[in-house]
Nanobody, 122 residues
Framework: QVQLVESGGGLVQPGGSLRLSCAAS????????MGWYRQAPAKQRELVAT?????TPKYADAVKGRFTISRDKNTVYLQMNSLKPEDRAVYYC??????????????????WGQGTQVTVAS
């Protein structure tokens, strides 16, 4: 089986920084895009940033210039600077097109992390 384990959330003051990490584990051959999504209370989950297997990033307009996504093979990071109260949400990691071996044959599917809370408040 494949697991995504997130870490790095917490409480930070406006203007502060946090770094989220998400590590995929299992008998993984490859992962296509990896990314971060967030869901604020009473709102739909939205894209924050994604990064391709080749390292090409994409960002939501709301975070451009403040957040940086990076990747080291099967681990993805999100450096969040100049945090604002509206960045408060549960942040979810997603791995797309995970090709892995599960004891009998190869599979390809998407996976989500369990979510990590980010709170921005003074």
């Amino acid at each position: 089986q494949v697991q995504l384990v997130e870490s790095g959330g917490g409480l930070v003051q406006p203007g502060g920084s946090l770094r989220l990490s998400c590590a995929a584990s299992g008998y993984i051959y490859s992962i296509n895009d990896m990314g971060w999504y967030r869901q604020a209370p009473a709102k739909q989950r939205e894209l924050v940033a994604t990064i391709s297997r080749g390292g090409t990033p994409k960002y939501a307009d709301a975070v451009k210039g403040r957040f940086t996504i990076s990747r080291d093979k099967n681990t993805v990071y999100l450096q969040m600077n100049s945090l604002k109260p509206e960045d408060r949400a549960v942040y979810y990691c997603k791995a797309e097109g995970v090709q892995y071996y599960n004891g009998d044959r190869d599979y390809i599917r998407d996976y989500w992390g369990q979510g990590t809370q980010v709170t921005v408040a003074s």
